[in-house]
């Protein structure tokens, strides 16, 4: 058991599409959780640009421009963007059984400006120590972290120095449909470079638990396999719909993969651009890992099991020290929600804002003592 600074949860099979290759053990198979990893060493850069809050959205695309309401065939759709869709390769540290052990993995990306800005997933490029992006014509470049939406949603934005790049379309809404044709173009097994799969888009706003995160994400059909992770998802004019994110994976399971709005992530993105982080995001200000025991009741009424969320540590002047929770505290219900685990505690924390005030109920010393918190800004 890990125990998180308030992020872990386990919900439906959910593997996110990350080609990892461990350097001291070989490829990873079975039910893993590709880019599963942390490393606390590693330094990432934020850049502060001015003047650039709505950057994402008021993008000018290089690539011709696509007419509104004219659909295109797939192979026109992978004609026009093939330029700006990259592979990204990384190499960094991770810890197995103790010991740390590097690590190589891929992942997929695309350009969003003309002067290197990448948009992908957080887990293709958390851990890094080097990040390579590799375009369809052979060229590489060398990138940065600018910054990562790793709480709400596994949005990360890489940039590379480069000008007079191709970049994609981005949908301005969620303007699709179930039913509606996609296009992924992305790397999947790291190997099968730049390789189109085309699908339907299968469901919409569906929850579910990813790399032990909570996300509201919408389902395709096209195969995506390990590697496509921050990769594009294209409607038929062309546009970026949402990004690759991960699959179901389970015996005889196909074609369930789902992917993160781009109006979603292009939030996200603008935020990290103008501030360096993604603002309003809740911060407890604790670290907590899964707890159950069982209690002795009174004479005749047996015994209660009392499951929650344990405190293992409380930031100084955190919004937690000032709501009075203590180390050991076992956190049971969230306003009116019941808390069993961390996972719990994760999904339900995600319906609060910075500045929100919630009741906390706590198991402490045999007895449940109820806690006001106001939510700190998570700033990273």
Same mark, same amino acid.
């Given at each position: 058991?890990?125990?998180?600074?308030?992020?872990?949860?386990?919900?439906?099979?959910?593997?996110?599409?990350?080609?990892?290759?461990?350097?001291?053990?070989?490829?990873?198979?079975?039910?893993?959780?590709?880019?599963?990893?942390?490393?606390?060493?590693?330094?990432?850069?934020?850049?502060?640009?001015?003047?650039?809050?709505?950057?994402?959205?008021?993008?000018?695309?290089?690539? #011709?421009?696509?007419?509104?309401?004219?659909?295109?065939?797939?192979?026109?759709?992978?004609?026009?963007?093939?330029?700006?869709?990259?592979?990204?390769?990384?190499?960094?540290?991770? %810890?197995?059984?103790?010991?740390?052990? /590097?690590?190589?993995?891929?992942?997929?990306?695309?350009?969003?400006?003309?002067?290197?800005?990448?948009?992908?997933?957080?887990?293709?490029?958390?851990?890094?120590?080097?990040?390579?992006?590799?375009?369809? $014509?052979?060229?590489?470049?060398?990138?940065?972290?600018v910054g990562t939406d790793s709480d709400g949603n596994d949005v990360g934005l890489i940039k590379i120095e480069a000008?007079?790049?191709?970049?994609?379309?981005?949908?301005?809404?969620?303007?699709?449909?179930?039913? $509606?044709?996609?296009?992924?173009?992305?790397? /999947?097994?790291?190997?099968?470079?730049?390789?189109?799969?085309?699908?339907?888009?299968?469901?919409?706003?569906?929850?579910?638990?990813?790399?032990?995160?909570?996300?509201?994400?919408?389902?395709?059909?096209?195969?995506?396999? #390990?590697?496509?992770?921050?990769? /594009?998802?294209?409607?038929?004019?062309?546009?970026?719909?949402?990004?690759?994110?991960?699959?179901?994976?389970d015996t005889d399971v196909e074609g369930i993969g789902f992917a993160i709005p781009i109006s979603v992530a292009s939030?996200?993105?603008?935020?990290?651009?103008?501030?360096?982080?993604?603002?309003?995001? #809740?911060?407890?200000?604790?670290?907590?890992?899964?707890?159950?025991?069982?209690?002795?009741?009174?004479?005749?009424?047996?015994?209660?099991?009392?499951?929650?969320?344990?405190?293992?540590?409380?930031?100084?002047?955190?919004?937690?020290?000032?709501?009075?929770?203590?180390?050991?505290?076992?956190?049971?219900?969230?306003? $009116?929600? %019941?808390?069993?685990?961390?996972?719990?505690?994760?999904?339900?924390?995600?319906?609060?804002?910075?500045? $929100?005030?919630?009741?906390?109920?706590?198991?402490?010393?045999?007895?449940?003592?109820?806690?006001?918190?106001?939510f700190d800004e998570a700033k990273s």
């Amino acid at each position: 058991m890990k125990n998180k600074s308030f992020l872990n949860a386990t919900n439906i099979i959910i593997v996110s599409l990350m080609c990892v290759a461990c350097l001291l053990t070989g490829t990873l198979t079975g039910m893993v959780a590709f880019g599963d990893r942390e490393d606390s060493s590693t330094s990432i850069q934020t850049e502060s640009t001015t003047g650039r809050a709505d950057f994402v959205s008021s993008l000018t695309p290089s690539t #011709p421009t696509v007419k509104p309401g004219e659909k295109m065939t797939k192979a026109e759709v992978y004609s026009l963007n093939i330029g700006a869709v990259v592979g990204i390769k990384i190499e960094g540290m991770s %810890e197995y059984y103790g010991e740390m052990t /590097p690590f190589s993995a891929s992942g997929s990306g695309f350009v969003i400006s003309s002067d290197g800005y990448i948009m992908t997933n957080n887990h293709v490029v958390e851990g890094a120590t080097k990040i390579s992006v590799i375009f369809a $014509d052979g060229r590489t470049y060398d990138a940065t972290v600018v910054g990562t939406d790793s709480d709400g949603n596994d949005v990360g934005l890489i940039k590379i120095e480069a000008t007079g790049l191709q970049t994609v379309a981005l949908a301005t809404e969620d303007s699709f449909a179930v039913g $509606d044709d996609v296009v992924v173009i992305g790397n /999947p097994l790291g190997e099968m470079t730049f390789s189109l799969t085309s699908g339907s888009v299968s469901t919409l706003a569906r929850t579910v638990t990813v790399d032990n995160d909570g996300l509201t994400l919408f389902q395709i059909d096209a195969a995506v396999n #390990p590697g496509n992770s921050g990769g /594009p998802v294209f409607d038929m004019y062309g546009r970026v719909i949402g990004i690759v994110t991960a699959k179901y994976s389970d015996t005889d399971v196909e074609g369930i993969g789902f992917a993160i709005p781009i109006s979603v992530a292009s939030a996200s993105v603008n935020d990290i651009i103008e501030y360096g982080y993604v603002r309003g995001r #809740p911060y407890f200000g604790i670290s907590v890992t899964d707890y159950s025991t069982t209690q002795n009741g009174k004479p005749g009424f047996g015994t209660t099991v009392i499951k929650g969320a344990k405190v293992l540590s409380v930031d100084a002047e955190s919004c937690a020290d000032k709501a009075g929770l203590l180390v050991d505290d076992i956190i049971t219900a969230l306003d $009116d929600v %019941e808390i069993t685990s961390v996972a719990d505690l994760l999904a339900a924390k995600k319906s609060y804002s910075a500045g $929100d005030t919630a009741s906390i109920i706590v198991f402490r010393n045999g007895e449940f003592i109820t806690l006001s918190i106001t939510f700190d800004e998570a700033k990273s």
